[in-house]
Every structure is written in structure tokens, then in C-alpha cells.
């Protein structure tokens, strides 16, 4: 292995192990990380401590030759960037060579969400066998509550208070926080947890094995009462916390409790039900009032906020 070798596999470990212990990062994550850094120092074929502004914005035309995603692209340079500004902190570099490199601007799209009359139809069902007794407690938790599907699954009963209302939640960067749960949630876990056996594991959704259920388990599940409620298996655990989160702001306004519940670190990663929210008030507008489309002739972009007729 050359010098240049080296140092790179000694400073990209050393950034990797600042984002586990200091700031929690995945198992995920730093997977990801370790991979779009290799294949830049392998591209760049030098010290990582000798890149320049230029070289990061030839590896970046590089990957757009490459044909990568938008957001492919702009995950490799998040990693570059933060990788050096770590660098930078510790006095390796004199500068963050991708502190000025810009990705390919990409539209974001707007996750799907069901509207109320959806969500209600989708957890109208007849709970009679314990397997339907634990659908009907995940759907009513993933929309009641907004968790993740990693937080839904590894859930323990020492959790819950069903009395207060009230789920405890360790998120991503190991962040603890407790969500408030709604009547119809609390009804539909503490049916479920009265078909677990006392002496049994402290899962409140328990898996194979002693473990706790496995996050397929749940996507087949929720996929299965789609098809049969709503007549589409479409549905997925991050739709149901889109939907609560959309619903949530409708009704509220609140966008830092919003943020709270959600357990977003940043405000900015919340901020995308702003334009949910838009779109669910622009249709009530259009359908309601009487100068909203009809006779102008034109149609608009709600999107956009622009006009997507000509003039003629």
C-alpha cells in the first residue's frame, strides 16, 4: 500500500469513527459514507489532504458522465463535503476543497400521503385472530403516532404507557423522545398486548426466534390490508408518517411540534409538509370557491404557482 494509501484509509476511518461515537450515525450510514469516500480517494489517486476545489468538481462532471442519479450525485459530494470539513477541524487541510462544488439541482418529489377518507377506510376492519388484532395495532401505531418502521419494530411493552397515552421512541442518532398516541391507538395496542403472554419477551410486536418482528414482516402485512381495504398494495410504513405528519399540519399549523413528533433533528426536513399542505388547502379552494378556475380558462400549476396555459 503507497503512502497516499495510507493516510487516506487512516483519516477515513478516523471521520468514520467521529460520526459513530460522536454524532451516532447507522450502521447504514457509515456504510454509505465509507463507500462514496473510497471511490473518491480511489478516483482522485492522491493524498485526499492534497484535493483541491478543482478536483472535486471534476469528480463531480465525472459522476454525471457516469450517468448517477441527481440525488446519487448529491449523496457523494454530502460525504465529500463532510468528510473535509472534518478534516479541516482537525487541522489536516488548510481549506474544504468542496466547500463551494455544487450538485445537479433536482426536483424533489412530494411523498404520497392518503387524504382522511382513505386513512379511515384503510383501519375499518374487523379485528377478531391475533394476527389481525397485531395489523390493526401497527396500522393504528404507524398513523397514530408517526414512527418509523425501525422504531415501530423494535418497540418493547416497557415502552408504552397506555395509561398517559404515551410511547417512548429511541430514533435515529440514538435520540430519545415520547410520542403522544391517540384513544383509537391506545384501544388497538392494548387488544393486541392482551394476547402476548406475560412471561413472554418484552417485543411488543415479537419476531421468530426471541427476536422482535422483522421490518418485512411488517411492509407484507401492511401491504396485505392494503390490497384488501383500499384495493391497492401501494401502501408502505414512511406513507403512513407522511400521512400522519400532512394530517397533523392541516389540522394544526404547528410545524416545530410537527418537527418534534417526528423526530426531525432539522426544521428544513419538516418543512416539505408545508407544501403538502398547500396542495390539500388549493384543493379545497379550487373546489369551493366560485372565481377559483372556472371561466378564466386557464389552468394552474399548483406546484409551480404558474399558469400552465398560454395566453393566445
Not at 440525488?71 to 479541516?88: D, K, P
Not at 394476527?131 to 390493526?136: E, P, S
Not at 408517526?146 to 423494535?154: D, F, N, T, Y
Not at 387488544?191 to 403472554?197: A, E, F, G, N
Request: hydrophobic share 35%; net charge positive.
Amino acid at each position: 500500500m503507497t503512502e497516499a494509501a495510507d493516510s487516506n484509509t487512516h483519516w477515513i476511518t478516523a471521520y468514520l469513527l467521529h460520526l459513530d461515537q460522536q454524532r451516532n450515525y447507522s450502521d447504514r450510514t457509515l456504510n454509505a459514507y465509507r463507500r462514496d469516500l473510497n471511490r473518491f480517494v480511489a478516483w482522485l489517486d492522491s493524498e485526499a489532504c492534497a484535493a483541491t476545489a478543482q478536483d472535486v468538481s471534476r469528480y463531480v462532471a465525472q459522476m454525471k458522465r457516469q450517468g448517477l442519479a441527481h440525488s446519487s450525485i448529491q449523496r457523494n459530494l454530502s460525504a465529500i463535503r463532510s468528510f473535509y470539513g472534518f478534516l479541516l477541524k482537525q487541522g489536516a487541510v488548510g481549506a474544504n476543497p468542496a466547500a463551494v462544488s455544487r450538485g445537479p439541482k433536482h426536483k424533489r418529489r412530494l411523498p404520497k400521503v392518503l387524504d382522511t377518507d382513505q386513512a379511515a377506510q384503510l383501519l375499518n376492519f374487523d379485528a377478531g385472530s391475533p394476527q389481525t388484532l397485531r395489523d390493526k395495532a401497527l396500522l393504528e401505531l404507524f398513523y397514530g403516532s408517526g414512527l418509523r418502521l425501525s422504531e415501530v419494530a423494535g418497540l418493547r411493552r416497557s415502552d408504552l404507557d397506555l395509561n398517559q397515552g404515551m410511547v417512548k421512541v429511541l430514533g435515529k442518532g440514538s435520540k430519545e423522545r415520547v410520542v403522544p398516541l391517540g384513544r383509537l391507538c391506545v384501544e388497538a395496542i392494548d387488544q393486541w398486548v392482551k394476547t402476548l403472554s406475560a412471561d413472554r419477551t418484552d417485543w411488543l410486536f415479537p419476531g421468530r426466534h426471541g427476536n422482535s418482528i422483522s421490518p418485512r414482516t411488517v411492509q407484507n402485512r401492511l401491504k396485505s390490508v392494503a390490497a384488501q381495504q383500499l384495493g391497492d398494495d401501494s401502501l408502505h410504513p414512511h406513507m403512513l408518517r407522511h400521512t400522519y405528519a400532512t394530517h397533523m399540519l392541516e389540522s394544526s399549523g404547528d410545524l416545530r411540534g410537527i418537527q418534534e413528533l417526528l423526530g426531525h433533528s432539522d426544521i428544513a426536513t419538516t418543512q416539505i409538509y408545508t407544501h403538502l399542505d398547500f396542495q390539500h388547502l388549493a384543493r379545497v379552494y379550487d373546489k369551493a370557491h366560485p372565481r377559483a378556475l372556472a371561466g378564466n380558462g386557464k389552468d394552474i400549476d399548483r406546484e409551480s404557482g404558474v399558469s400552465n396555459t398560454e395566453t393566445p
